[in-house]
């Protein structure tokens, strides 16, 4: 009876069944725990050793890395269909939501890191293209673009202005925090970028000249503005005429989560919304399509560009 006590204490608590939960569906890393359960690392650690000190989670090396994954007495046995019947139950909770979307990213974002997956035990072979990288496809694909003026607008900490600095010209990176701008700069400076000017602004009224950028890139930030069309708007004022405008944002979607947790203003765009936001904004040739999606992954990444009127048209 002691034994059991302790055992039923240990699953009174929130963060450790969400735990269990997630780790019963994927062998993680404490990382990419964190990164799940939204939880400080040293938390994370904390219920894992608890659960692990109760024979619920087992620890296994790969690679170099410790990864955990819910133990055989969980497969089995009544207390395993207590769980499940509790987790199956959960499937509409906001936290659950939230858990699953990140471990969508978490996975997604594994299998683009061929160290993370690559190994002898690999389940797809067919997968395994040693040295094949999405950020080096990128940056090839940059040495093929002249040296453009870019806007990056919404750049939050810069990982995208500094991918755009390595082929543009000259980038302006525009953002509204102070603090988000510091560590941007920060990362500029370690990595020896020159080529950025960063300026603090609001989306909806960008402290950039008329017609001073060739293109304008507004990634993943306009779900974020509090005006949508100004936003685009805007974006268009500050391209040259003939220049593009280029949008990476969320289609529509019901996680109502990331309002609290991401500050999003808006759940994504319908793809007909998107398109007719460039367009009453002054663009032409406006072309919207899918640029990532999973299955099982609340979040599919839509991609919208289009041009901006030349004098005339």
């Excluded at 509790?86 to 509409?92: K, L, W």
């Excluded at 969508?104 to 395994?128: I, M, S, W, Y």
């Excluded at 090839?140 to 003026?149: E, S, V």
């Excluded at 391209?239 to 109502?256: F, N, Q, S």
Aim: proline residues 3%; glycine residues 8%.
């Amino acid at each position: 009876m002691r034994s059991a006590s302790a055992l039923y204490r240990l699953l009174g608590d929130e963060a450790r069944l969400r735990l269990l939960r997630v780790l019963s569906r994927e062998r993680l890393n404490v990382t990419e725990l964190t990164g799940v359960l939204g939880l400080a690392q040293s938390g994370v650690s904390r219920h894992l050793g608890l659960l692990k000190d109760a024979g619920l989670v087992r620890e296994e090396r790969d690679g170099g890395f410790s990864y955990y994954r819910v133990a055989p007495a969980l497969d089995a046995g009544p207390l395993a269909d207590v769980l499940r019947g509790q987790f199956a139950e959960s499937t509409s909770d906001a936290a659950v939501r939230a858990d699953d979307a990140r471990l969508q990213e978490v996975l997604r974002l594994r299998k683009e890191n061929f160290d993370a997956h690559a190994g002898p035990d690999t389940r797809d072979a067919r997968q395994l293209v040693p040295g094949r990288s999405w950020a080096a496809w990128s940056r090839a694909l940059g040495l093929l673009m002249p040296r453009l003026t870019v806007a990056d607008l919404g750049c939050g900490e810069g990982y995208l202005t500094m991918e755009a600095a390595r082929w543009a010209a000259r980038v302006i990176a525009v953002d509204r925090s102070d603090a988000v701008l510091k560590r941007a700069r920060e990362l500029a400076r370690r990595r020896r970028v020159s080529n950025v000017i960063w300026k603090k602004g609001e989306l909806e009224r960008l402290p950039v000249k008329d017609r001073a950028v060739d293109v304008a890139m507004l990634s993943q930030a306009l779900h974020h503005a509090h005006d949508p069309a100004r936003a685009v708007a805007e974006a268009v004022r500050v391209t040259a005429p003939g220049g593009r405008v280029l949008v990476l944002d969320l289609r529509a979607h019901d996680e109502d989560w990331v309002r609290a947790k991401l500050g999003d203003r808006r759940l994504g765009f319908a793809d007909d919304e998107l398109a007719q936001l460039m367009t009453a904004g002054g663009l032409l040739d406006v072309k919207v399509g899918v640029g990532a999606r999973k299955p099982g992954d609340p979040f599919t990444v839509l991609i919208a560009a289009g041009t901006r009127r030349q004098q005339g048209q």
